[in-house]
Protein backbone atom coordinates (compact mmCIF):
# COMPACT_ATOMS: atom_id res chain seq x y z
CA UNK A 1 0.00 0.00 0.00
CA UNK A 2 1.52 3.27 -0.79
CA UNK A 3 1.98 5.68 1.84
CA UNK A 4 0.04 8.78 1.79
CA UNK A 5 0.93 12.41 1.27
CA UNK A 6 1.86 13.89 4.18
CA UNK A 7 0.46 16.96 2.35
CA UNK A 8 -3.11 14.93 1.97
CA UNK A 9 -3.31 14.97 5.47
CA UNK A 10 -6.51 16.46 7.26
CA UNK A 11 -5.75 18.90 10.16
CA UNK A 12 -6.89 16.53 12.59
CA UNK A 13 -4.33 13.74 11.61
CA UNK A 14 -2.00 16.46 11.36
CA UNK A 15 -2.24 17.46 15.23
CA UNK A 16 -2.83 13.76 16.01
CA UNK A 17 0.70 12.57 14.08
CA UNK A 18 2.81 15.96 15.89
CA UNK A 19 1.53 14.88 19.36
CA UNK A 20 2.38 11.03 18.80
CA UNK A 21 6.36 12.61 17.44
CA UNK A 22 5.49 15.11 20.52
CA UNK A 23 5.33 11.67 23.06
CA UNK A 24 8.18 9.91 21.34
CA UNK A 25 10.84 13.03 21.21
CA UNK A 26 9.35 13.90 25.04
CA UNK A 27 10.18 9.50 26.21
CA UNK A 28 13.69 10.00 24.61
CA UNK A 29 14.25 13.20 26.44
CA UNK A 30 13.36 11.09 29.62
CA UNK A 31 15.64 8.30 28.62
CA UNK A 32 18.24 10.65 28.00
CA UNK A 33 17.62 12.85 31.30
CA UNK A 34 18.31 9.78 33.05
CA UNK A 35 22.20 9.87 32.08
CA UNK A 36 22.06 13.32 33.75
CA UNK A 37 25.39 15.64 33.83
CA UNK A 38 27.47 12.20 33.42
CA UNK A 39 28.05 12.99 29.24
CA UNK A 40 29.60 16.22 30.20
CA UNK A 41 31.05 15.30 33.17
CA UNK A 42 33.21 12.41 30.70
CA UNK A 43 33.40 15.06 27.91
CA UNK A 44 34.73 17.65 30.30
CA UNK A 45 37.64 14.54 31.73
CA UNK A 46 38.55 13.73 28.40
CA UNK A 47 39.46 17.81 27.89
CA UNK A 48 40.88 17.83 31.10
CA UNK A 49 43.26 14.64 30.37
CA UNK A 50 43.95 16.36 26.77
CA UNK A 51 45.37 19.18 28.37
CA UNK A 52 47.31 17.21 31.02
CA UNK A 53 48.54 15.31 28.35
CA UNK A 54 49.69 18.36 26.17
CA UNK A 55 50.99 20.34 29.66
CA UNK A 56 53.28 16.99 30.25
CA UNK A 57 55.21 17.00 26.92
CA UNK A 58 55.38 20.49 27.47
CA UNK A 59 57.50 20.43 30.68
CA UNK A 60 58.93 17.08 29.31
CA UNK A 61 59.97 19.16 26.33
CA UNK A 62 61.64 22.12 28.82
CA UNK A 63 63.26 19.31 30.95
CA UNK A 64 65.18 17.79 27.45
CA UNK A 65 66.24 21.52 26.45
CA UNK A 66 67.88 22.14 29.90
CA UNK A 67 69.57 18.82 29.37
CA UNK A 68 70.48 19.71 26.22
CA UNK A 69 71.82 22.87 27.27
CA UNK A 70 73.44 21.45 30.31
CA UNK A 71 75.73 18.93 27.37
CA UNK A 72 76.12 22.02 25.59
CA UNK A 73 77.90 24.06 28.61
CA UNK A 74 79.77 20.72 29.52
CA UNK A 75 81.65 20.90 25.82
CA UNK A 76 82.48 24.71 26.61
CA UNK A 77 84.12 23.81 29.87
CA UNK A 78 85.87 20.92 28.08
CA UNK A 79 86.69 23.36 25.47
CA UNK A 80 88.07 26.21 27.93
CA UNK A 81 89.71 24.18 30.43
CA UNK A 82 91.88 22.69 27.37
CA UNK A 83 92.68 26.35 25.95
CA UNK A 84 93.68 27.16 29.80
CA UNK A 85 96.10 24.43 29.99
CA UNK A 86 97.73 24.84 26.54
CA UNK A 87 97.95 28.55 27.62
CA UNK A 88 99.75 27.42 31.04
CA UNK A 89 102.12 25.54 28.81
CA UNK A 90 102.86 28.85 26.44
CA UNK A 91 103.33 30.95 29.76
CA UNK A 92 106.91 28.67 30.04
CA UNK A 93 108.04 29.74 26.94
CA UNK A 94 107.14 33.47 27.09
CA UNK A 95 109.52 35.80 25.10
CA UNK A 96 108.82 38.87 26.48
CA UNK A 97 106.08 40.45 29.52
CA UNK A 98 103.71 41.28 26.89
CA UNK A 99 103.03 37.93 25.61
CA UNK A 100 103.11 37.03 29.37
CA UNK A 101 100.31 39.02 30.07
CA UNK A 102 98.45 38.48 26.97
CA UNK A 103 98.43 34.66 28.12
CA UNK A 104 97.29 35.96 31.59
CA UNK A 105 94.46 37.10 30.47
CA UNK A 106 93.64 34.39 28.22
CA UNK A 107 93.52 32.46 31.25
CA UNK A 108 91.79 34.31 32.97
CA UNK A 109 88.85 35.17 30.39
CA UNK A 110 88.81 30.83 29.71
CA UNK A 111 88.53 30.59 33.63
CA UNK A 112 85.42 33.28 33.93
CA UNK A 113 83.82 31.43 31.29
CA UNK A 114 84.16 27.74 32.77
CA UNK A 115 83.01 30.03 36.31
CA UNK A 116 79.95 31.00 34.18
CA UNK A 117 78.97 28.04 32.30
CA UNK A 118 79.19 26.10 35.81
CA UNK A 119 76.59 28.84 37.10
CA UNK A 120 74.55 27.97 34.03
CA UNK A 121 74.97 24.56 34.65
CA UNK A 122 73.40 24.58 38.24
CA UNK A 123 70.59 27.28 37.16
CA UNK A 124 69.77 24.66 34.81
CA UNK A 125 69.87 21.26 36.87
CA UNK A 126 67.76 23.78 39.41
CA UNK A 127 65.05 24.25 36.73
CA UNK A 128 65.18 20.39 36.12
CA UNK A 129 64.61 19.47 39.61
CA UNK A 130 61.42 22.00 39.82
CA UNK A 131 59.81 20.66 36.12
CA UNK A 132 60.63 17.11 37.30
CA UNK A 133 58.58 17.94 40.30
CA UNK A 134 55.89 19.33 38.22
CA UNK A 135 56.25 16.41 35.73
CA UNK A 136 55.39 13.95 38.18
CA UNK A 137 52.32 16.31 40.14
CA UNK A 138 50.70 16.06 36.60
CA UNK A 139 51.18 12.93 35.92
CA UNK A 140 49.58 11.78 39.40
CA UNK A 141 46.95 14.12 38.40
CA UNK A 142 46.29 12.77 35.18
CA UNK A 143 46.03 9.18 36.64
CA UNK A 144 43.30 9.80 38.69
CA UNK A 145 41.60 12.24 36.19
CA UNK A 146 41.74 8.83 34.18
CA UNK A 147 40.70 6.66 37.23
CA UNK A 148 37.50 9.26 37.36
CA UNK A 149 37.02 8.74 33.74
CA UNK A 150 36.86 5.40 33.98
CA UNK A 151 34.69 5.13 36.88
CA UNK A 152 32.20 7.82 35.24
CA UNK A 153 32.43 5.97 31.45
CA UNK A 154 31.25 2.61 33.08
CA UNK A 155 28.28 4.49 34.84
CA UNK A 156 27.02 5.74 31.66
CA UNK A 157 27.66 2.85 29.62
CA UNK A 158 25.01 0.95 32.15
CA UNK A 159 22.95 3.36 31.53
CA UNK A 160 23.09 3.90 28.12
CA UNK A 161 22.73 -0.02 27.66
CA UNK A 162 19.63 -0.26 29.85
CA UNK A 163 17.81 2.03 28.16
CA UNK A 164 19.50 2.10 24.31
CA UNK A 165 17.08 -1.04 23.12
CA UNK A 166 14.11 1.34 24.28
CA UNK A 167 15.49 4.76 23.06
CA UNK A 168 16.42 3.34 19.50
CA UNK A 169 12.43 1.90 19.17
CA UNK A 170 11.59 5.78 20.05
CA UNK A 171 14.30 6.52 17.28
CA UNK A 172 12.34 4.50 14.66
CA UNK A 173 8.87 5.55 15.65
CA UNK A 174 10.00 9.58 15.40
CA UNK A 175 11.03 8.96 11.97
CA UNK A 176 8.34 7.06 11.21
CA UNK A 177 5.69 10.30 11.92
CA UNK A 178 8.18 12.81 10.54
CA UNK A 179 7.68 11.15 7.41
CA UNK A 180 3.52 11.49 7.85
CA UNK A 181 4.09 15.44 8.11
CA UNK A 182 4.79 17.82 5.96
CA UNK A 183 8.66 19.03 5.68
CA UNK A 184 7.22 23.03 6.43
CA UNK A 185 5.07 22.42 9.42
CA UNK A 186 7.55 19.96 10.85
CA UNK A 187 10.44 22.39 10.49
CA UNK A 188 8.25 24.72 12.30
CA UNK A 189 7.43 22.32 14.97
CA UNK A 190 10.81 21.50 15.78
CA UNK A 191 11.68 25.68 15.93
CA UNK A 192 8.94 25.98 18.58
CA UNK A 193 10.20 22.60 20.26
CA UNK A 194 13.93 24.27 20.25
CA UNK A 195 12.71 27.44 21.68
CA UNK A 196 10.22 25.91 24.67
CA UNK A 197 11.75 25.60 28.00
CA UNK A 198 10.35 22.27 28.53
CA UNK A 199 10.91 20.93 25.04
CA UNK A 200 6.87 20.51 24.52
CA UNK A 201 5.83 21.91 20.89
CA UNK A 202 2.59 21.24 20.97
CA UNK A 203 0.19 20.83 24.32
CA UNK A 204 -3.47 19.99 25.49
CA UNK A 205 -5.85 22.44 26.56
CA UNK A 206 -5.88 22.16 30.52
CA UNK A 207 -8.50 23.62 32.71
CA UNK A 208 -9.28 26.11 29.72
CA UNK A 209 -5.56 27.36 29.44
CA UNK A 210 -2.38 26.18 27.78
CA UNK A 211 -0.64 23.31 28.79
CA UNK A 212 2.57 24.92 28.11
CA UNK A 213 2.40 28.48 29.60
CA UNK A 214 -1.22 27.86 31.43
CA UNK A 215 -2.25 31.08 30.61
CA UNK A 216 -5.68 31.40 30.03
CA UNK A 217 -7.47 31.07 26.11
CA UNK A 218 -10.54 32.33 25.50
CA UNK A 219 -13.99 30.25 24.98
CA UNK A 220 -14.25 31.18 21.64
CA UNK A 221 -10.37 29.90 20.67
CA UNK A 222 -11.23 26.55 22.40
CA UNK A 223 -14.10 25.99 20.09
CA UNK A 224 -11.80 26.42 17.24
CA UNK A 225 -9.36 24.19 18.79
CA UNK A 226 -12.08 21.41 19.19
CA UNK A 227 -13.13 22.00 15.37
CA UNK A 228 -9.88 20.73 14.25
CA UNK A 229 -10.36 23.07 11.13
CA UNK A 230 -6.90 24.86 11.48
CA UNK A 231 -3.69 24.28 13.35
CA UNK A 232 -3.87 27.29 16.32
CA UNK A 233 -0.71 28.61 18.55
CA UNK A 234 -0.57 29.76 21.50
CA UNK A 235 -0.44 33.65 21.31
CA UNK A 236 1.76 33.47 24.61
CA UNK A 237 4.11 30.89 23.95
CA UNK A 238 3.73 30.47 20.41
CA UNK A 239 2.70 26.31 20.98
CA UNK A 240 0.72 24.55 18.82
CA UNK A 241 -2.35 23.67 20.71
CA UNK A 242 -4.61 20.64 20.24
CA UNK A 243 -7.71 19.54 22.55
CA UNK A 244 -7.46 16.66 25.17
CA UNK A 245 -10.00 14.13 23.43
CA UNK A 246 -7.41 14.14 19.84
CA UNK A 247 -4.07 13.98 22.15
CA UNK A 248 -6.44 10.68 23.65
CA UNK A 249 -6.06 12.66 26.98
CA UNK A 250 -8.85 12.17 29.73
CA UNK A 251 -9.79 15.28 32.01
CA UNK A 252 -12.23 14.34 34.71
CA UNK A 253 -14.89 16.92 35.38
CA UNK A 254 -14.60 18.15 38.74
CA UNK A 255 -16.75 16.43 40.73
CA UNK A 256 -18.52 18.42 43.72
CA UNK A 257 -16.94 16.95 47.24
CA UNK A 258 -19.32 14.58 49.00
CA UNK A 259 -18.98 16.96 52.46
CA UNK A 260 -20.36 19.71 50.69
CA UNK A 261 -23.17 17.55 49.38
CA UNK A 262 -23.70 16.35 53.04
CA UNK A 263 -24.00 19.88 54.20
CA UNK A 264 -26.28 20.95 51.50
CA UNK A 265 -28.14 18.49 52.70
CA UNK A 266 -28.03 19.05 55.95
CA UNK A 267 -29.08 22.89 55.18
CA UNK A 268 -32.09 21.97 53.33
CA UNK A 269 -33.29 19.05 55.93
CA UNK A 270 -33.12 22.01 58.81
CA UNK A 271 -34.84 24.40 56.54
CA UNK A 272 -37.67 22.14 55.84
CA UNK A 273 -38.09 20.84 59.57
CA UNK A 274 -38.26 25.12 60.18
CA UNK A 275 -40.67 25.53 57.87
CA UNK A 276 -42.71 22.61 59.32
CA UNK A 277 -42.71 23.93 62.70
CA UNK A 278 -43.75 27.28 61.73
CA UNK A 279 -46.51 26.06 60.14
CA UNK A 280 -47.46 23.75 62.85
CA UNK A 281 -47.21 26.96 65.72
CA UNK A 282 -49.17 28.80 63.33
CA UNK A 283 -52.00 26.07 63.61
CA UNK A 284 -51.59 25.79 67.40
CA UNK A 285 -52.44 29.52 67.93
CA UNK A 286 -55.48 29.60 65.02
Known amino acids: MAKKDPTDLSVEEKLKTLYQLQTALSAIDEKRTLRGELPQEVNDLEDEIEGLNTRIQRIQSDIDDFQQAIVQKKGEIADAQASVNRYKAQLDEVKNNREYDTL ?31 LQANKVLMDERKDDLEVKKNELDEIMEETRAEEEKLKEKVKDYEAKIESRLLASFKRIRRNARNGLGIVYVQRDACGGCFNKIPPQRQLDIKMHKKIIVCEYCGRIM ?27 RKTSMASSKKAADANDME
Request: hydrophobic content about 35%; charged content about 45%.
Open 242 to 268: IDPELAGVKIDKPVEPTEKKSARKRAI
Open 104 to 134: SKEIEFQSLEIELCNKKIREAQARIAEKNEE
